[in-house]
């Protein structure tokens, strides 16, 4: 285990350095921060930089690692979040926040022009009916049904809050975010809370009460970067901080919408916004069919991707986890720590693993999803092997020894063939285990079907989804069906 | 040859051999016998080393057995176990060449050589394309007493190698193994509980009891001569049966 360790860190190393004369920019897991990244990226291209976007990569803590790293050098994040999320602060102004940053080489800067907070929303019917235009206005309106999301119901920047600051009437009811649309739009609920630039704004017809009394907390839509970026890519900077203020809640609501409920691609959103962002982006054609997106153009380089993480991760756990395991056989006091330690390994959750292996590894991508990869592969090649070895009838054992085989011959002409069965055992688990395990490697920009998978959650596209679901089932069959044919050649006739 | 010089052993607090001394006789055949957990097969094992002693030497040669000697010895011991012992992923004759291939002896000689012990054991040529698991019993047997006698050992060790067969197998192979040892004038060690098979076979009959050899010597001294009570109750106990009759 301990060989592969300081390749994998040299490579990982080499590999940012190479890629320093690019722009690397991040986004998160969700449909906005995807065509902010896109946005972000053709600005930059068009002022000539080179720039790339890794897409969807995580979580806040995944962007904010893989930030202070260098492994990116931009993202878009929203004020009130980097303040209580990063910095563990209430203060969500711009200076606070480059006071607080600046000493991990940090700032923020260019806000957008719109802000994604907690809204109250009702029908835009309904509201211009009762005259509601304010949260103010709803004090008065103690007939209207309240139907919130838990989580809004129990935050304190959310309901418990709300009606201390308006002194609101209502006893609110909880229920599913999917289903308050669909429940609003039925009048079976009044008001309900939403994020502020949601797609569905503009489908459901909702207006946004406004927040008059100012208590919910700041969410405006920054670029957080590394400070050296305005010095390394001053061009592409420059024309970056020219988004500052260009990007209106509306025109944000229609992007989300044109992605989410048309099904367009982030990249196209994000050039009709660059071509005419005075304009809203709404336009013709419907989600992509399953068929057409899964044989898309991507096919092949994600097919390519998803087995390179599969088998390089695999190769490197048989390489390492086969002597390890025949160390445990051999060493009765190695034994227990060897298999609890390759057994813990494989408690500590996928995404908790890529986002610790992010800085260690200095990088993102295909690397710390190699390397997680390749621990989770271990745990079922150690133990098979262990296994394979300590099973082996004593007789046989002595037979070996009986006969004058020093060690090495033994393990190699006899311990080992009689091993086989369950070592590749141990591999073919580890391998399909992988097929699955990989699509997580997509959360941090390592590509794959997973890439599908994550797209396809973002934007609550079921089709995109199984684009990437599919393909990935359809390779774990057909690696089980491989391994079953190298069990034939491989393991000897007398053992089968 | 073999010399086993105060050697003793325990597994945990139990003693399996007490302070031994043995030289089994040189191209004859001296059979082990005993109850089970009388130490007949701890002995044995000594022989090959695959059991350290406690206390005391095993020289093969006047070199004493030790990690640095034991494989080059082991190349001039065979042994057999009861179920053969024989490597169920090689087939037959990979089982049999396997050690001389590791040796690297040439192939030329490897054919003859195992052409000579097809002969010897009665085995058909075509059976040594099968795999253990496709063998009788018997034949298994005789598959692995090649393996052993592959290199022209100088010493041959057996371990109940005919328990496991039926009676009928287990009668004609007594018959050939008799013959064959007295044909090759090998040193032969052979462990057995059964008295027929021990008066069968042994040139030299070490009876051994908890640990400790009771009484050497043929089956007429043991009937004649008893050191104690156990040896006449031993040799009484399995003469009552009546499938003896004929050894008698």
């Known amino acids: ?317 048989i390489l390492a986890g086969i002597p390890l395991g025949v160390w445990a056989a051999r060493t009765p006091v190695a034994a227990q720590p060897v298999l609890a330690s390759v057994g813990l390994i494989q408690t500590v959750p996928s995404l908790a693993l890529l986002a610790f292996l992010i800085p260690v590894l200095g990088t993102i991508g295909t690397w710390p999803a190699l390397v997680a990869l390749f621990l989770y592969s271990l745990l079922p090649i150690v133990r098979n092997t262990y296994s394979g070895l300590t099973d082996i009838a004593p007789p046989l054992r002595e037979s070996a020894r009986a006969l004058g085989l020093p060690a090495g011959a033994r393990l190699r002409l006899v311990e080992l063939p009689l091993a086989a069965r369950s070592i590749l055992g141990g591999i073919k688990t580890s391998a399909v285990i992988n097929v699955g395990t990989a699509t997580i490697a997509a959360f941090i920009g390592a590509g794959g079907y997973g890439e599908r998978i994550t797209t396809g959650l973002a934007l609550n596209d079921n089709a995109m989804l199984l684009a990437g679901a599919v393909p990935a089932a359809a390779l774990a069959l057909l690696v089980h069906a491989l391994f079953e044919l190298l069990d034939q050649s491989l393991i000897p006739a007398g053992l089968r | 040859m073999l010399a086993l010089d105060n050697v003793s052993k325990s597994f945990g607090a139990k003693l399996a051999l007490a302070s031994t001394s043995l030289v089994p006789t040189r191209g004859r055949t001296t059979v082990l016998l005993g109850p089970s957990g009388c130490g007949k097969s701890t002995l044995l094992r000594l022989m090959v080393g695959l059991v350290s002693p406690d206390a005391g030497r095993v020289l093969f040669d006047g070199v004493e057995l030790a990690p640095a000697s034991i494989d080059a010895i082991r190349h001039r011991i065979g042994y057999v176990i009861q179920e053969g012992g024989l490597f169920p992923h090689l087939d037959a004759r990979a089982n049999v060449t396997l050690l001389a291939r590791y040796l690297g002896r040439e192939a030329a000689w490897i054919d003859a050589r195992v052409g000579e012990l097809c002969g010897l054991m009665r085995i058909p040529a075509d059976a040594l394309a099968r795999y253990p698991g496709q063998l009788s019993g018997g034949e298994r047997q005789r598959v692995a007493l090649m393996r052993a006698l592959m290199l022209d050992p100088a010493l041959l060790l057996l371990d109940e190698p005919l328990a496991a067969l039926d009676a009928m197998t287990r009668r004609e192979l007594q018959t050939e193994l008799k013959e064959i040892f007295a044909r090759l004038a090998k040193t032969v060690v052979l462990v057995t509980h059964d008295l027929h098979e021990a008066a069968w076979f042994g040139d030299e009959i070490v009876l051994m009891r908890e640990g400790r050899i009771v009484q050497r010597g043929s089956l007429d001294d043991l009937l004649a001569r008893p050191a104690d009570g156990f040896v006449t109750q031993f040799v009484h106990a399995q003469r009552a049966d009546p499938r003896l009759a004929v050894a008698a």
């Open chain 1, 1 to 317: 285990m301990k060989r592969p360790w300081p390749a994998l860190l040299l490579l990982g190393v080499t590999n940012c350095a190479l890629a320093q004369q690019t722009l690397v920019i991040g986004s998160k897991r969700f449909t906005e921060s995807y065509i902010l990244g896109e946005v972000a990226l053709q600005t930059a291209r068009a002022a000539g930089a080179q720039a790339e976007h890794k897409q969807g990569m995580g979580n806040t803590g995944i962007l904010f690692a893989a930030i202070k790293s260098g492994s990116i050098d931009l993202y878009p994040d929203y004020t009130g979040t980097v303040a209580r999320e990063l910095l563990e602060s209430e203060a969500s102004d711009l200076e606070s926040l480059n006071r607080g940053l600046q000493s991990l080489g940090l700032g923020v800067a260019v806000p957008l022009g719109f802000e994604d907070t907690y809204a109250l929303a009702m029908l835009d019917s309904e509201a211009q009916r009762l005259g509601v235009k304010s949260i103010s206005d709803l004090a008065g309106q103690a007939q209207l049904r309240f139907g919130l999301s838990h989580e809004f119901l129990n935050r304190n920047d959310g309901w418990p809050g709300l009606v201390r600051t308006y002194a609101l009437p209502q006893a609110p009811s909880g229920l599913d975010h999917g289903l308050a649309y669909e429940a609003l739009a039925a009048r079976q609920i009044d008001v309900m809370d939403i994020y502020s630039t949601d797609a569905k704004i503009a489908k459901y017809k909702l207006r946004v009460l406004l927040d008059d009394r100012h208590f919910f907390p700041e969410y405006e839509a920054v670029l957080v970067y590394r400070l050296d970026v305005p010095q390394r890519f001053p061009q592409a900077w420059a024309a970056l901080q020219k988004l500052q203020g260009r990007i209106s809640a509306d025109r944000m609501v229609a992007m989300n919408a044109a992605a989410e409920l048309d099904g367009k691609g982030f990249g196209e959103i994000a050039a009709s916004f660059l071509a005419s962002p005075g304009s809203s982006s709404a336009g013709s054609g419907g989600k992509a069919s399953f068929w057409s997106l899964l044989f898309g153009d991507d096919f092949w380089r994600l097919t390519r991707q998803h087995l390179v993480l599969v088998f390089a991760s695999l190769a490197a756990a």
